[in-house]
């Protein structure tokens, strides 16, 4: 049933490129002009800050604020030594203010950066204990679970009670906007999917079952946040219609030594599971290193309860249920070298290796119109699954001067080898339970191999009076082999069944180029670029000698308005186009059997899907935010069946559906309840419709729907804290498949010990075991019901001990040149 329910992408063919290259003049004329015989004055802020007994503060947050209006500039974190510093500071009159709760807010005398003061030392703070502090609860500093920016939604893991001994997958479920639907390896934002997943902003190079496996072996407590961005600029890849989803790991701050933190984790829903990890950061003169492993075992469970209906009056009923065994292997080793303070060298290797089995027990009964049984057929697939996926890269940033000026370099190797077993065996029954066939035996493998090779450049030249320009170019060359072999066992021998059997190369290579430029005017920011990608790809059915060629360029326009109001109120407006590739394995031909009754295809043919998206943006003292959206997306990529009514088979392939439009409406919001009770809710409207013809019939299927998430923390006594969290998903419509509603509610409770250094977690997910996918297909003659469910409702503990010194600076957050590519490799 898996591919009933996957990806409904949504993105738009033709962009004016009479608008692409007014863009283009608009961001050149943007920072262009007087700007560009200027050098911009740039300074540096320093100080420390301290308590009323003179003793240093560590961890105080300084907010560099303007004086003619305290807006707020740049931020930092005072160190161990309550020293901070502020860096690349433009021009003007500002002061510095301490915030840490508990602590009253201090402000510094005024002072000035321009040329002749580039740097500026400010006096010592001192700030003391706020008398208003409760007495019975000690409230810590620490920042919400969903923090609502301008430009992005941040889910803040590190900290949350109900995220530990989970991993990112189920971390993703509770993110405003984001379905998950963990049983078919779909993940879609605001009603549209087509998502660009990253980890520390760089690509997995997975398709998106794969993608969805390798979340669920990264655990949650290796997770610092998670950004929702759903309007990216110029500078990112084109692909991902519906945004970009980036998991940042976690990081540490910045003096030299060692430190690291152990984890060891256990839960149970109806089985085991059980994960452990390790990590450790070592940062020492020039050289700062870093490195983590994790292991995961767990064992689970999936059902599916499917009904299809025909003309005829009769019926076929599909019971499945698919005990598994999972245990993975992931690691990241690295280091990083500065060669003084303009250069910096750096290296990365990261992989995963993991093994699945499963066995798939399929009973699909056959009802005449009077739902009297007729026969019994059954399906039992043991099967088998390995991954090995490791992938390197080699990075060089340079820094001219104090301004912002930099160039950076990075090359990009990445191999995956995906190797799957299929034994299965099909035996026919009548309504007696007698077997009236032989047993059918067949087996199959999917082995395929994927390599990526790219390399990108970027630069970035600041032009005085709050100009930037920035440009780049990547490239990126990729060959996916999957060879599969499919056979039957006739008199005792097993058979090459040509019809199922398929070797499909695929080979493709993308250049791109951007611009893009930003000016700031007093309260008003605007952004504009343009990026051209050119794609030529190959893809080679070798068994059935079919080769399509394509080539193709298009432009890319983004643009971004950002008006400060006031210090509370903030207006912004953005315009892009993007595209979704489709992924490697759909276009291959080849056949996969799902059931007795169902199997796949692939399609060689498939187009690529584009997207326009326009959204505006109010935000309110930096955490209400209300965005209204809308988006229309021509070549829907989309999974769809068709039904032979003779036969009762049902064959699920990838089509393009002509257009869709999506228009949403996002409001988030904290409460504080009480000071030692907050929340924040987050609501997600929207309404796609689809206007395409499908078996020879119109589809103008269209449907409002919402998402809703809510977060609850608790600072308890005797350090105890607590989260409720839950969240709700409406009804909505994805090709021709109406989902209905799904929700479910978690709970977490923490107590940490031995000076914070260690803690321990307790937690329930979906605790009503409310999670059930459940669906209908209602179109010309297919005629389905369903509802699937795996092992969502887990009690999890979880123990974290850190150690060594707190404030070492990990390795640098970078994205690499393989984003485009992240999403769309083959099983």
């Known amino acids: 049933m898996k591919t009933f329910f996957t990806s409904i992408h949504i993105m738009t063919r033709k962009a004016m490129n009479g608008c692409a290259s007014l863009m283009l003049l608009i961001s050149i004329g943007l920072v262009a002009g007087p700007a560009f015989s200027q050098t911009a004055v740039t300074g540096t802020v320093s100080g420390e800050v301290r308590d009323a007994a003179g003793k240093p503060l560590e961890f105080v947050t300084m907010l560099l604020v303007r004086t003619k209006d305290s807006t707020l500039v740049k931020g930092a974190i005072s160190d161990a030594a309550g020293r901070y510093i502020l860096e690349n500071v433009a021009a003007g009159s500002y002061r510095v203010a301490t915030s840490l709760v508990g602590y009253q807010k201090v402000f510094s005398a005024a002072f000035t950066i321009d040329a002749d003061h580039p740097t500026v030392t400010v006096p010592s703070l001192v700030t003391q204990e706020d008398a208003k502090t409760l007495s019975e609860v000690k409230v810590t500093a620490k920042k919400p679970f969903i923090e609502q920016l301008a430009d992005k939604t941040v889910v803040n893991v590190e900290n949350s009670i109900v995220a530990s001994g989970g991993n990112a997958l189920e971390v993703l479920e509770k993110a405003p906007g984001v379905l998950v639907d963990s049983q078919n390896d779909r993940i879609s934002l605001k009603g549209r999917d087509g998502v660009l997943i990253m980890i520390d902003g760089k690509p997995t190079f997975l398709s998106a079952a794969e993608v969805a496996n390798l979340l669920r072996n990264t655990p949650s407590y290796s997770i610092q946040s998670i950004e929702i961005i759903t309007n990216p600029s110029a500078r990112y890849d084109a692909a991902g219609n519906s945004g970009i989803i980036n998991i940042k790991m976690k990081r540490g701050t910045n003096q030299d030594g060692t430190n690291g933190s152990a984890s060891l984790g256990g839960g149970y ?42 003309k005829e009056g009769n019926s076929v009923r599909n019971k499945g249920y698919r005990p598994s065994e999972f245990g993975g292997h992931t690691f990241k080793t690295g280091a990083d070298y500065f060669l003084g303070k303009k250069n910096t060298f750096g290296f990365m290797l990261n992989g995963m290796i993991n093994a699945n089995r499963a066995q798939i027990n399929n009973d699909n009964y056959l009802y005449d119109a009077n739902s009297v049984l007729q026969s019994l057929l059954t399906l039992v697939n043991a099967s088998r699954r390995t991954m090995q996926r490791l992938a390197g890269n080699a990075n060089y940033k340079h820094t001219f001067d104090g301004n912002g000026k930099e160039l950076t370099m990075d090359l990009d190797y990445s191999r995956v080898n995906i190797n799957p077993r299929d034994n299965m065996i099909t035996r026919t029954f009548n309504a007696l339970n007698e077997e009236t066939a032989p047993a059918l035996l067949q087996r199959n493998t999917t082995q395929s191999e994927v390599s990526i090779r790219a390399g990108k450049l970027d630069y970035v030249h600041p032009l005085g009076k709050g100009a930037k320009l920035e440009a780049g170019w990547k490239s990126s060359f990729v060959t996916t082999d999957n060879d599969v072999k499919f056979e039957q066992q006739t008199a005792g021998n097993w058979q ?39 794609t030529h790809s190959v893809g080679n059915s070798v068994t059935m000698n079919k080769v399509v060629d394509r080539s193709y360029t298009n432009l890319f326009p983004s643009a971004f308005v950002t008006q400060n109001i006031s210090k509370e109120h903030q207006l912004r407006y953005s315009y892009s186009r993007r595209i979704d590739r489709p992924s490697y394995q759909d276009l291959n031909p080849f056949i996969y059997i799902m059931d007795p009754y169902t199997y796949s295809q692939g399609n060689p043919f498939l187009q690529p899907q584009y997207t326009n998206a326009l959204q505006a943006a109010y935000t309110y003292k930096g955490a209400t935010n209300i965005s209204v959206g809308y988006n229309r997306t021509l070549d829907v990529i989309t999974y769809m069946p068709e039904q032979n009514d003779e036969t009762k088979v049902t064959r699920q392939s990838v089509i393009n559906l002509n ?51 809510m977060n609850h923390s608790f600072v308890l006594p005797n350090g105890f804290t607590a989260e409720l969290s839950g969240f709700y998903n409406s009804p909505g419509v994805y090709g021709i498949l109406k989902p209905m509603s799904i929700y479910a509610v978690n709970m977490g409770v923490q107590k940490s010990f031995w000076d914070k250094k260690a803690n321990l977690r307790v937690n329930v997910n979906d605790i009503f075991f409310t999670q059930k996918f459940r669906g209908v297909i209602d179109y010309s003659n297919l005629n389905l019901r369903f509802i699937s469910t795996g092992e969502t409702r887990v009690v999890r503990a979880t123990f974290t001990y850190n150690f060594g010194n707190r404030n070492i600076k990990s390795a640098r957050q970078r994205r690499t040149s393989v984003e485009d590519e992240q999403g769309r490799v083959g099983q």
């Open 269 to 310: 829903g109806r089985f085991p599971k059980a994960n452990a990890g390790l990590t450790l950061n070592h940062r020492q003169g020039n050289w700062a290193l870093f490195g983590n492993y994790n292991y995961d075992y767990r064992e689970g469970f999936g059902t599916v309860d499917a009904y299809r209906y025909f």
């Open 659 to 709: 257009t869709l439009h999506n228009y949403s409406l996002s409001i988030g919001f904290p409460v504080t309840i009480t000071k030692w009770w907050t929340m924040r809710q987050s609501i997600d409207l929207f309404y796609n419709k689809y206007n395409a013809e499908y078996l020879n019939q119109k589809l103008d299927y269209s449907r409002f729907a919402a998402n809703l998430t």
């Open 496 to 534: 090459i069944d040509p019809n199922r059997t398929n070797q499909f190369v695929y080979k493709e290579t993308i250049h791109a180029a951007y611009l893009n430029g930003s000016k700031d005017w007093g309260k008003w920011s605007v952004q504009g670029g343009l990026r051209m990608e050119h």
